[in-house]
């Protein structure tokens, strides 16, 4: 099957009623044959949360932006967290300056190699400029090579920073290799 357009797609934010349709795009990411190294959530844990979790989730979460296609088809999802420097994150380190954190990444397969992936990612980066971050930031497993090769396309460069929630490393910091100027606040 050849990949589906990204002209076929209307990227916009999610809206907090629409939880329950985050909440299926989510469980189809967690069935995705990579979503053991490409997230940290397991299709078994999402799907026993209560309605209540992914309402919250939807509302006040990382800002969710979807690629939505002309059928109403929910095709491709990424998410960007604004992380306030000086805060801790995930893994316990402290952010050195604010930023925005890529994440939930996830493109359905008819669309894999169209350049859906790299408007999802330009439409969440210019929302994290526009909330004043100072570089936006992604987590990738080192063994993920076709997300490792869509980051790299969209412009994002390995930072040598390496993370870990076993006992080898097995994430990749990447940001983008041109930082964007600090808008006014």
């Given at each position: 099957?050849?990949?589906?357009?990204?002209?076929?797609?209307?990227?916009?934010?999610?809206?907090?009623?629409?939880?329950?349709?985050?909440?299926?795009?989510?469980?189809?990411?967690?069935?995705?044959?990579?979503?053991?190294?490409?997230?940290?959530?397991?299709?078994?844990?999402?799907?026993?949360?209560?309605?209540?979790?992914?309402?919250?989730?939807?509302?006040?979460?990382?800002?969710?932006?979807?690629?939505?296609?002309?059928?109403?088809?929910?095709?491709?999802?990424?998410?960007?967290?604004?992380?306030?420097?000086?805060?801790?994150?995930?893994?316990?380190?402290?952010?050195?300056r604010?930023?925005?954190?890529?994440?939930?990444?996830?493109?359905?397969?008819?669309?894999?190699?169209?350049?859906?992936?790299?408007?999802?990612?330009?439409?969440?980066?210019?929302?994290?400029?526009?909330?004043?971050?100072?570089r936006?930031?992604?987590?990738?497993?080192?063994?993920n090579?076709?997300?490792?090769?869509?980051?790299?396309?969209?412009?994002?460069?390995?930072?040598?920073?390496?993370?870990?929630?076993?006992?080898?490393?097995?994430?990749?910091?990447?940001?983008?290799?041109?930082?964007?100027?600090?808008?006014?606040?």
């Amino acid at each position: 099957m050849s990949a589906m357009s990204v002209d076929d797609c209307v990227i916009r934010p999610v809206r907090a009623e629409e939880w329950a349709a985050s909440r299926e795009l989510r469980l189809t990411a967690l069935r995705d044959p990579v979503a053991r190294i490409a997230y940290m959530d397991t299709y078994e844990e999402a799907v026993a949360r209560p309605d209540s979790y992914w309402k919250e989730r939807t509302a006040n979460g990382a800002r969710q932006f979807i690629a939505e296609t002309a059928d109403g088809s929910w095709v491709a999802n990424a998410a960007v967290l604004i992380e306030e420097a000086g805060t801790t994150d995930w893994t316990g380190s402290v952010v050195a300056r604010r930023q925005g954190h890529l994440l939930a990444v996830y493109v359905a397969p008819g669309y894999r190699g169209s350049g859906l992936a790299k408007a999802l990612f330009e439409t969440a980066l210019e929302w994290a400029w526009e909330h004043g971050a100072e570089r936006v930031r992604l987590l990738v497993h080192a063994d993920n090579a076709r997300a490792l090769g869509s980051y790299r396309k969209a412009g994002f460069a390995e930072t040598g920073v390496t993370m870990s929630l076993g006992d080898e490393p097995d994430d990749l910091e990447l940001e983008l290799a041109v930082e964007r100027p600090v808008p006014d606040r």
